[in-house]
C-alpha cells in the first residue's frame, strides 16, 4: 500500500472519529477509559495516571474477536507488528515498535514465557479463553523485569475468582475446518476463591506453501487453573497455566513434517498487605518443551529443545508521603537442552535487585527506577528508566521519558552447533520519547508521541557465519492514537510510521512496516453488538539475507454478537472480508476470506 492511500485512509478516519469526539464531550458519564494496570509500574494503577504508553486489550473485545491465538488479536494494534509462516497455530513473531522479536518479553500473570534456547516467545501457542486482559507496555522495562524487555511487555492476565460466571461453555467451528471449545468458571466462598478455564482448539490448516500441496494444520490443549486465600492482612494464590499440541510444517526442504509443544507455568504467590507496605513474595517455575516428531534425516540424534527456569522475587511496594516506592529483589535459575545437528545444555543463574520510585508534586509527575543484574552468562547490568510528566491543564500532560535495557544471548546463540559463539556480549538498547496525551472528555483520549531507539551489539552472522555482535540499529517512531468508549460506541484508531535502519548495512529493518494503521469500531444496538477490526500496512523487507519486499496489504474483519436469551449468545466474525492476498513472512501464505461461527452458553 502506498504511503498517500495510507494517510488519505488515516484521514478519512479522523474525519470519522472527531465528530464523535466532540458530541462525547457534553455527557459526564463515568469514564470507561480508565482501566486498572499492573504491569507498566508493577502496581495496580489507574490507566490515566501512567506515564508509560500502554494499552489494554479487554475481555470483550478478546470473545468480540474469535481468535484462534494470540497472534490474530494483536495484528490489529499498530505498534505490533506480526511475521508468521502460515495461519493460525503457525511459528510466529512480534516486533514491538520495530525492535527485534527476541526484543519483546511475554508475561502470564507476570511470569516469563520467553523460553531460553530459541528467544522468540511462544505467541502461537497461546490460549484466549482463559484471559481476562492483555496489557502491552511499549518501551524498556528491564528495571522490573530484567533481560528481553527492551521493545515492551505483553503480559497475559488470566481470568480468577467470584467475579466471573460460575460457568460458562463456548463453541466456535469454521472454516480450514477450525474448531474450538471452552469451558470455565469461577467461585468465591469464606475467604477463598477460584476459577478453572479449558480449552481445545483444532484446525485442518490449508496449504501455507504453494510449492507442497498438503494443508498445515495443528492442534491444542490449554488449562488454566487458580486457587486463592485471603485474610486480614494475608493472601496466598496457587495457579497453574499449561498449553500443549502438536503443530505441522514444512522444513526447510519443504518436507511436511511435525513437532509437538508443551509451555507451562506453576506458581505460588503470598502477600501481606497492611495499606502502606505491600509485601509479595512469589515463586515460579516455567516448563518449554518442542520435540520433533520425526527422526532427523541428518543426524542420529532426537531432535529437541526445552527450558526449565525457577524464579523467585520478593517485591515490596510502600506508600510515604508523595512517594509510591517499590523495592525489590530477584532470584532465577535456568537449566536448557537441545539436540539439533548436534546436542549442548547450559545452566545459567541471574540475581537482581531493583527499586522505583512514583511521585507527584502538584502538575509534577515523575517515575523513576534502577535494577543492577548479576548473570552467570552475561555479567553485570545496569538497567535505569526515567520518565517526566507535566500537566499543562486539566485535560492535557506533556511527557519526556527516557530509558536503558538490555538482552542476554540465549544458550542458542552462545552454543549451538552451526553457529554458536560463547564469547557474545549481551545487546543493549537505549530509549527516548516525548509524548504530548489529552483527554478532553472522559470518554476520549489521544496520545501523540516521538521515540528514538539505539540498540547496540546486536546478534548476527559474521562473516564466517559464526553469531557476533557487530550489528548495531537505530529505530525513530511517529505515534498517534484515538480512543472514545461509551456505553454505545467503542472506537479506537492507532497510526505508526517507522524509519529504521541496521547502521552496518544502511538497509531498514527486515518485517518492520514503514507505516501502520489499525483501526477498531463496536456499536452496541441492545441485544446486538456489531464490530469492525481494519489493518493497512505498507511494504518491507522480507529478512536481512535478501532483498525481497514483501507488499503492503489491508485487512478488514467483521464481527457479530447477538445476546439472544440471558444465558445464550451467538458470535459470528468474517475475517479478511476482500479476501486479501498478503503475505507477513516470504513464502508463506495466509488464509483468504474465512468465517466462524460461534455459541456460548454462561450460568
Same mark, same amino acid.
Given at each position: ?95 514491538? @515498535? ?24 511462544? %505467541? ?76 481445545? %482448539? ?82 515460579? @517455575? ?178 564466517? %557465519? ?78 536481512? %539475507? ?24 451467538? @458470535? ?32
Amino acid at each position: 500500500m502506498s504511503s498517500s492511500r495510507i494517510a488519505a485512509l488515516a484521514a478519512a478516519l479522523a474525519a470519522y472519529c472527531l465528530p464523535c469526539a466532540l458530541a462525547a464531550a457534553a455527557d459526564e458519564a463515568p469514564s470507561l477509559l480508565d482501566p486498572i494496570v499492573t504491569t507498566a509500574t508493577r502496581t495496580p494503577r489507574p490507566a490515566s495516571e501512567l506515564l508509560a504508553p500502554v494499552v489494554v486489550v479487554d475481555r470483550d473485545a478478546i470473545e468480540r474477536s474469535l481468535a484462534a491465538d494470540l497472534t490474530d488479536l494483536l495484528r490489529f494494534y499498530a505498534g505490533i507488528d506480526i511475521a508468521r509462516s502460515g495461519g493460525p497455530g503457525q511459528t510466529s513473531s512480534a516486533f514491538l @515498535r520495530g525492535t527485534e522479536s527476541n526484543h519483546v518479553l511475554l508475561l502470564v500473570d507476570g511470569i516469563e514465557l520467553n523460553p531460553g534456547t530459541i528467544g522468540g516467545a511462544p %505467541f502461537a501457542a497461546i490460549p484466549l479463553a482463559a484471559i481476562e486482559r492483555i496489557e502491552i507496555v511499549f518501551g524498556p522495562r528491564a528495571v522490573l523485569y530484567g533481560s528481553e524487555a527492551i521493545g515492551g511487555v505483553i503480559n497475559l492476565i488470566t481470568r480468577r475468582g467470584a467475579a466471573r460466571p460460575a460457568l460458562a461453555v463456548s463453541a466456535s467451528a469454521g472454516s480450514q475446518d477450525t474448531m474450538l471449545a471452552a469451558l470455565g468458571g469461577g467461585f468465591g466462598a469464606g475467604g477463598f476463591d477460584g476459577s478453572l478455564d479449558l480449552e481445545r %482448539f483444532a484446525t485442518d490448516g490449508y496449504i501455507t506453501q504453494p510449492a507442497v500441496p498438503v494443508a498445515r494444520g495443528n492442534d491444542r490443549s490449554s488449562l488454566n487453573a487458580n486457587l486463592g486465600w485471603s485474610t486480614g492482612l494475608w493472601q496466598a494464590r496457587v495457579s497453574r497455566f499449561e498449553s500443549r499440541g502438536m503443530q505441522e510444517y514444512n522444513d526447510f526442504l519443504l518436507t511436511p513434517v511435525s513437532q509437538s509443544f508443551e509451555d507451562a507455568t506453576t506458581a505460588l504467590s503470598l502477600v501481606r498487605d497492611s495499606g502502606t507496605w505491600r509485601s509479595t513474595l512469589s515463586v515460579a @517455575r516455567y516448563a518449554d518443551s518442542i520435540v520433533q516428531d520425526q527422526a532427523n534425516p541428518f543426524t542420529t540424534l532426537t531432535d529437541f529443545v526445552e527450558t526449565a527456569r525457577d524464579t523467585a522475587d520478593w517485591k515490596n511496594d510502600m506508600v510515604l508521603g508523595q512517594h509510591a516506592v517499590t523495592l525489590g529483589a530477584y532470584w532465577s535459575d535456568e537449566s536448557t537442552a537441545a539436540e539439533s545437528f548436534g546436542a549442548y545444555q547450559e545452566d545459567s543463574r541471574v540475581v537482581a535487585a531493583y527499586a522505583a520510585d512514583s511521585m507527584a508534586f502538584g502538575a509534577h509527575s515523575i517515575e523513576l527506577g534502577v535494577r543492577q543484574t548479576d548473570h552467570s552468562t552475561a555479567g553485570d547490568q545496569t538497567s535505569w528508566d526515567l520518565e517526566y510528566g507535566y500537566a499543562l491543564s486539566a485535560a492535557s500532560r506533556v511527557v519526556v521519558s527516557a530509558g536503558q535495557g538490555f538482552r542476554a544471548p540465549d544458550s542458542a546463540d552462545r552454543y549451538s552447533p552451526c553457529c554458536g559463539n560463547p564469547l557474545l556480549v549481551p545487546e543493549t538498547a537505549r530509549h527516548y520519547e516525548v509524548a504530548l496525551l489529552r483527554r478532553p472528555t472522559a470518554r476520549d483520549d489521544f496520545r501523540f508521541a516521538a521515540f528514538h531507539t539505539d540498540i547496540d551489539d546486536l546478534i548476527s552472522f559474521g562473516p564466517s %557465519f559464526v553469531l557476533e555482535n557487530i550489528d548495531r540499529a537505530r529505530i525513530d517512531g511517529l505515534e498517534a492514537a484515538w480512543r472514545h468508549a461509551d456505553e454505545v460506541w467503542d472506537a479506537e484508531v492507532r497510526v505508526l510510521l517507522l524509519d529504521t535502519e541496521d547502521l552496518a548495512t544502511g538497509e531498514s529493518l527486515p518485517r518492520r512496516a514503514d507505516q501502520t494503521l489499525t483501526a477498531r469500531l463496536a456499536r452496541h444496538f441492545g441485544a446486538t453488538d456489531l464490530g469492525l477490526d481494519l489493518l493497512a500496512t505498507d511494504a518491507r523487507k522480507d529478512s536481512s %539475507f535478501s532483498t525481497t519486499m514483501l507488499p503492503g496489504y489491508v485487512l478488514l474483519d467483521l464481527s457479530v454478537r447477538w445476546q439472544i436469551a440471558a444465558d445464550w449468545s451467538l @458470535r459470528a466474525r468474517l475475517e479478511n472480508l476482500f479476501d486479501t492476498d498478503y503475505v507477513t513472512a516470504g513464502g508463506y501464505a495466509n488464509p483468504g476470506r474465512s468465517l466462524f461461527l460461534g455459541v456460548d452458553w454462561t450460568l
